[in-house]
């Protein structure tokens, strides 16, 4: 198996191994990967395509002991468990009634609560219930709202028995009477707490905010327009609110049920708790996130070239492509054999037939932050969002083609019929599959192989395709730390360096309740060493870096070394929003990404953000405006005062020696100090280990023991 720290050998065993009666972990690393191998691929015997199950078990061991992909964590926690349960999140759908049907408010709790209890997450969407003052039998109705604090209570009760923390979305359509009410119900933080929310935006309501027009709230029990409000007033307050505290996001609803693949079964309505998988009614997430930093070689010209300048010894690394077809090749078949692996939640069996009807899967990745480290490009600049496109576009080729090539051994999958996907479709068919394109022609070349696209589109019309949606990009807080990632999914890198508050070792090391951690970025140490700095001066931009996690402002880091390694808050927002829609354009689900303002971004920014987001395609957009919570995460010295949070003198964060480097605390509440540190504040202090969680994404995610919840 691939060596790993050490941190991420505990993260990966802490989490996911199986226990025994003592409650001890009872496997090592390279045992989790290879019991969820062996699992997995015992559904390729359900086939007879020329491939053994001894064949694939041992290619998707060597695959994952190699963290070239690696599967969401319900799959390695749960794979040949008395629960085997494989799914990380579900939607399910709510009617408006109390629980006499299947999917009536109370009878759509209990199976929340029966999936909640297997591990996975739930999202859904409250639009269909009457709003608040509606008649309701002999009385008035409560509203959207209402029953949403219900749903968050029992899942509250629940997550106190000690079991995963529960991780939802709720959806409430921009044309609800209630939309004011669910806009502002985050606005206290610690309301709400298992639920992230996000409006679902229509382009008709967006059309109206851009002309100025008025816009009709409508009662879903009857279609009557409830009342006319005017556009900007509703976005105004979307956006006021996303800039108070990040809630609530957007899902742009059209945008999603255009790339429906079938339509003809439903309209889509909700996402997973962080926004990546639109999902119909009882679907799951069958994700699998493709490690990007181990898919580069060595640039065989440069290397041998003896005349090269630093700079250029320095990212000498290229894209390797053809390991990256073959990993997104296995990756896809690995997927498709979980939707028969898994076993769902017996008590809800909706669940299972859904998942088979149309064998969705989400082929995402990880670590696009490190490659760029690797290769020598700046995140958010053109050649980044070229560099983007180009991965993107070359994993959904790959993935659509190995797709096909399932449906022709396996068959397609049930419901594609009157699905866009349908050969039998005739010709001047609406809904029917397109060749996807890039927001812009590519002007960078990164010596990707030619895509065929037309040849791809003659297989698909001869054979169909096994699975009904391919791609997405979630979060993968927890999978990217096992696999020693310093960028989560598509984020850029949050921080060079910083410390790490954590129980782990503290009493070993005399240290009380809690130790401290030094992180520093492996790929920005080696990039230092390579420019012949000093050890001397390596420690100095350490120390100036764990500041703010930028070394943007650190005059001994060469320029050229600056100029590759950003981090989040060197990104601007609107390098955010296009290296999203860069990537959307080949992602045929959505993507878990957080558009990050720094600290002072106006209102008007946040308003600007989402109209470019709309206009270029994204299914969805998550905003944070830096210092905008109470509860943070990532804080400095500098952005703790700021906040008025105390005052120092200056010889308490002058520069102290290793022995007796303590961080001050300001104010009683929460640990800061002179360098970065994760603080730990109410929901964001890890429930299984007491450690800082880092947000990112949605997600935040323990570094310490792997725990992960949305957060957003």
Not at 501 to 506: D, F, L
Not at 537 to 565: D, M, N, W, Y
Request: proline letters at 4%; charged letters at 25%.
């Amino acid at each position: 198996m691939k060596a790993l720290p050490e941190n991420a050998q505990k993260v990966m065993v802490r989490r996911y191994a199986v226990r025994n009666e003592q409650g001890e972990p009872a496997e090592t690393a390279a045992q989790i990967l290879e019991r969820a191998a062996r699992v997995v691929a015992e559904a390729e015997q359900n086939y007879q395509d020329g491939v053994t199950y001894e064949q694939v078990r041992r290619r998707f061991t060597q695959l994952l002991q190699d963290f070239r992909f690696i599967p969401n964590g319900r799959t390695l926690a749960n794979a040949g468990t008395s629960r085997q349960q494989l799914a990380n999140c579900f939607v399910l759908p709510i009617e408006d009634e109390m629980g006499k049907t299947n999917e009536g408010i109370f009878s759509i709790l209990r199976q929340a609560v029966l999936i909640l209890q297997a591990g996975g997450g739930v999202g859904f969407s409250f639009g269909r219930i009457r709003p608040k003052g509606d008649t309701a039998g002999r009385g008035k109705a409560t509203g959207a709202v209402s029953f949403l604090k219900v749903f968050d209570t029992a899942f509250w009760v629940i997550g106190q028995g000690g079991g995963r923390r529960s991780a939802c979305m709720a959806v409430l359509p921009v044309h609800h009477p209630d939309i004011f009410d669910f806009i502002h119900c985050k606005e206290t933080e610690g309301v709400i707490e298992h639920f992230n929310i996000s409006v679902g935006v229509t382009d008709e309501f967006m059309r109206a905010v851009e002309t100025d027009g008025q816009f009709a709230l409508i009662n879903p029990r009857d279609g009557q327009v409830w009342r006319q409000v005017r556009a900007r007033d509703l976005f105004t307050e979307i956006i006021k609110y996303a800039h108070h505290n990040g809630e609530p996001g957007v899902l742009f609803l059209d945008a999603a049920n255009r790339q429906n693949p079938v339509p003809n079964q439903y309209q889509l309505e909700a996402t997973n708790p962080c926004g990546e998988q639109w999902l119909g009614p009882y679907e799951n997430c069958c994700m699998a996130s493709i490690n990007l930093s181990e898919h580069t070689q060595v640039n065989e010209l440069k290397s041998q070239n003896a005349k090269l300048k630093t700079n250029e010894k320095l990212f000498n690394k290229v894209v390797d492509w053809e390991k990256l077809a073959e990993t997104v090749e296995w990756t896809t078949r690995w997927l498709d054999d979980v939707v028969d692996a898994n076993e769902y939640v017996p008590a809800v069996p909706q669940l299972e037939e859904a998942a088979h009807k149309n064998r969705r899967i989400g082929v995402s990745i990880m670590g696009l932050a490190d490659l760029m480290y690797l290769i020598g490009v700046r995140y958010g600049s053109e050649a980044a969002i070229d560099l983007a496109g180009q991965i993107m576009e070359f994993i959904r080729y790959q993935t659509m083609k190995t797709s096909i090539a399932l449906a022709e051994d396996r068959g397609p999958f049930p419901g594609i019929t009157g699905s866009i996907y349908d050969p039998s479709a005739r010709s001047g068919q609406v809904n029917k599959w397109k060749i996807p394109k890039p927001i812009k022609p590519y002007k960078h070349k990164f010596g990707r192989p030619k895509l065929d696209w037309q040849a791809l589109l003659k297989e698909l019309k001869l054979h169909g395709i096994r699975n009904s949606c391919q791609t997405t990009i979630q979060p993968t807080g927890a999978i990217a730390t096992i696999s020693g990632l310093e960028g989560y999914g598509c984020e850029p890198v949050f921080a060079l360096s910083y410390i790490m508050k954590t129980h782990e070792g503290a009493e070993e090391k005399g240290e009380g309740s809690w130790a401290e951690l030094f992180y520093e970025s492996k790929w920005f140490s080696q990039a230092l060493k390579t420019a012949a700095l000093s050890s001397q001066e390596r420690q100095t931009i350490f120390e100036a870096v764990r500041v703010q996690g930028s070394c943007q402002k650190v005059a001994l880091v060469p320029k050229h070394i600056r100029q590759v390694f950003v981090v989040s808050s060197d990104v601007t927002v609107e390098e955010h929003v296009k290296m999203q829609a860069a990537l959307q354009a080949f992602v045929d689900n959505a993507i878990s990404k957080t558009i990050n303002f720094p600290e002072g971004a106006s209102e008007a920014d946040v308003w600007q953000a989402y109209f470019k987001g709309w206009k270029l395609g994204l299914k969805g957009m998550t905003v944070y405006v830096t210092g905008s919570r109470q509860t943070v995460v990532l804080e400095t010295k500098e952005t703790r005062l700021s906040r008025g949070m105390g005052k120092v003198k200056p010889t308490e964060i002058k520069e102290k020696g290793p022995k007796d480097r303590e961080p001050f605390r300001v104010n009683g509440n929460g640990i800061v100090g002179k360098t970065l540190h994760k603080v730990y504040p109410q929901d964001l202090t890890c429930a299984e280990c007491g450690a800082m969680m880092i947000l990112q994404e949605g997600c935040a995610t323990c570094p310490a023991c792997g725990s992960t919840h949305c957060a957003v």
